[in-house]
């Protein structure tokens, strides 16, 4: 029996080397073990000492936290210690950004030194004694930006990362989109990043008082940077993704509305040849109830890379959606669409075009109250619009859900209110469904009165009852009017699906001449459902930015080479020209091109794992709660008070 149960303990450990890729897994803690935390002082290259907090589940091994491996988060907002981000299984890392929370040094807004910062502390990390050598990454929005912006260089010991959210270009994508300045948002990260900055102040005069001479003498020079570079310049490229050096498999959550939500895609397209995925279930914008959240897929990713468990997370779809199902609010309450794929954007994706006519919908509140068409207007017209500044809250639906202040509130964030002041232009309504996942592209021939002007466009589903719910948003400062060609994206046919906006120099073009510009909007992932109309406004640039000046514009409706155009994502598996024809719409443009070849999951095959499927109650989904009539006018005033603030800082750093 000794020699039988000695064998038989022989083959399972040989089973459990086999299954752990050659070595057991390093200890886990448990998750009723304490947690250990140490506050360690890391001095970098130049002499300058980083803050990092160690954190880990006992129990000590001769004094010191096990063996682990080792997860990191590089952040400017003094993140404390320690978010178990995989678990109790690893050993975290939280480091102070230079010149934020208690570290020293000047804040460099997460450019090249930051990111020269983050190898070196990952060398230290690696030869640690309660590191085994293996590291994982973990970011949200600044610390998964500092991520993106370091991947060029080589990181040590890093074997995996996780990044919620974060920018592919950090101007384009957040602080300066379409060109045009962002201002709530960029007053939001100035005080995330100098509030506890402040924090730290007394502690500091204890322990170095000259340390905070060139701590706080970054921030007026961190706004000063931010207003002087006014352009994609290379003080910017410094501050966006250069490449992949590191061939890291890389898990990217987003979600459609997420104020940063452009980057994730973008990142996502440059390392999906590593074993990377997109998990697009909301960031920022919050993660809608009955999702699952992205704890346990965290947990899975991190370890199968850096415990060589068997998780199954290899065999998940590359890219898994969450989409809206006609309103943002009702997705966060659990009413939303799944489908998964296996690229971004969906292969087997079709940009259909519509084309803006000057014909009434009569739905519309809008001062045009135009249609959109399958077929190209006979007859060319054109519609005035004159730029005034719209309802943030409505229009501006990323920086919306940032605040996360406005979710019940529909007289805030329907675009009733604002089309009042702007242009619309409507479909027939859908006969059928209709899925829409990706980048989406107008087309406007624009005659401006003035030499620069803010071109602000928002995409909505219309409900049966006529209300307008944001679905995408696209921006463009008119100083911009030309592509990076070798990166704008188009389809078979050679039409812009994806315009790629040269913002590295502003061109004026001449008043009274008509330009087609070409505006991007952010990806859109949403269900039109049967009955529903797709409508696309231009308004006013948000109350959120610091808008330019205002003057009288002319979009030209039809002609012969098509006029202005929206072109819209649709899903294989729906039929948009169908659902309009089922409602009396026009024939197909020929024009329109296929899609990308690949395969691509089938909306109408119920077997398919990978199919769209509606998830909570058709007939009473369920809502957040509503903020009430007597709630909506502060909130409302709020959202104001903050565009007003930013107009005026950034009017007083200009003078």
């Not at 610390?143 to 384009?172: D, F, K």
């Not at 340390?211 to 207003?227: C, E, F, R, T």
């Not at 909007?521 to 797709?534: D, E, S, T, V």
């Not at 691509?600 to 769209?612: H, K, S």
Request: glycine share 12%; net charge negative; aromatic share 6%.
């Amino acid at each position: 029996m000794r020699r039988s149960g000695r064998l038989l303990a022989f083959v399972l450990t040989l089973a459990s080397i086999a299954s752990a890729g050659a070595t057991a897994p390093p200890p886990a803690g448990a998750e009723d073990d304490p947690m250990v935390t140490e506050d360690i002082r890391v001095p970098m290259s130049d002499g300058t000492e980083l803050l990092v907090r160690l954190g880990g589940r006992g129990p000590l091994e001769d004094g010191r936290l096990p063996t682990r491996p080792v997860i990191v988060e590089m952040s400017p907002y003094a993140p404390g210690c320690c978010p178990e981000h995989g678990g109790p299984a690893y050993n975290h890392l939280q480091v102070h950004i230079r010149g934020t929370g208690a570290s020293d040094g000047t804040f460099d807004a997460l450019g090249p030194r930051t990111q020269q910062d983050l190898a070196e502390v990952l060398g230290w990390a690696c030869e640690q004694p309660w590191s085994d050598g293996r590291i994982g990454l973990w970011g949200f929005s600044a610390s998964a930006i500092v991520v993106y912006n370091s991947l060029h260089q080589e990181l040590p010991c890093v074997e995996t990362a996780v990044l919620g959210s974060g920018t592919h270009e950090l101007y384009r994508d957040l602080l300066y989109p379409g060109g045009i300045p962002n201002g709530v948002p960029a007053l939001g990260v100035f005080g995330l990043i100098g509030a506890p900055t402040a924090a730290t102040l007394p502690d500091r005069f204890g322990r170095d008082p000259l340390s905070m001479v060139p701590v706080l003498a970054g921030y007026p020079q961190l706004a000063a940077d931010y207003l002087a570079h006014s352009t994609l310049d290379d003080w910017w490229r410094e501050r966006g993704m250069r490449g992949d050096a590191n061939d890291l498999p890389v898990l990217a959550i987003d979600g459609f509305f997420d104020v940063e939500a452009r980057g994730a895609f973008e990142a996502f397209q440059e390392l999906a040849g590593n074993g990377s995925h997109l998990y697009v279930v909301g960031a920022h914008d919050g993660v809608p109830v009955g999702s699952g959240g992205t704890e346990e897929v965290t947990r899975r990713w991190f370890d199968h890379h850096l415990r060589d468990l068997g998780t199954g997370i290899e065999d998940d779809p590359a890219v898994q959606l969450w989409l809206a199902d006609g309103d943002r609010a009702e997705m966060l309450a659990g009413r939303f669409v799944t489908a998964t794929a296996d690229a971004w954007p969906v292969p087997g994706t079709t940009w259909v075009p519509l084309h803006l006519s000057g014909e009434r919908s009569g739905t519309a509140r809008s001062l045009n109250d135009g249609t959109l068409r399958l077929d190209v207007p006979n007859e060319p017209s054109s519609a005035l619009h004159v730029p005034i500044p719209s309802l943030a809250t409505a229009t501006d639906a990323p920086t919306t859900s940032l605040l996360g202040l406005f979710n019940g509130s529909p007289q805030l964030t329907t675009m009733d209110g604002p089309e009042a002041l702007g242009l619309s232009w409507t479909t027939d309504p859908f006969g059928t469904d209709v899925l829409m996942a990706g980048p989406a592209s107008v087309e406007l021939a624009l005659t401006s009165g003035v030499p620069e002007g803010d071109l602000w466009v928002v995409l909505s589903d219309v409900h049966p009852d006529g209300t307008a719910h944001p679905m995408a948003t696209g921006r463009l400062r008119s100083s911009f009017p030309d592509l990076v060609e070798e990166r704008t994206r188009r389809d078979a046919s050679g039409a812009v699906i994806q315009p790629l906006n040269d913002l590295s120099t502003k061109r004026l073009v001449p008043p009274g001449t008509e330009h087609r510009y070409f505006v991007e909007l952010w990806p859109i992932g949403n269900r039109f459902k049967a009955g529903h109309r797709l409508r696309l406004h231009l308004v006013g640039s948000s109350l959120f930015s610091v808008p330019t000046t205002t003057g009288p514009m002319l979009v030209r409706e039809g002609g012969a080479d098509g006029g202005s155009v929206l072109r819209v994502p649709v899903l294989p598996g729906s039929d948009l020209p169908t659902a309009l024809e089922a409602d009396g719409g026009g024939p197909s443009d020929p024009s329109a091109g296929p899609g990308p070849e690949g395969s691509a999951p089938d909306p109408t095959d119920p077997d398919d794992r990978r199919a769209p499927s509606v998830v909570g109650s058709s007939a009473s989904p369920a809502r957040l709660p509503a903020t009430g009539g007597e709630a909506a006018a502060p909130l409302a005033a709020l959202g104001l008070g903050l565009a007003a603030l930013a107009r005026a800082v950034a009017r007083r750093a200009s003078s």
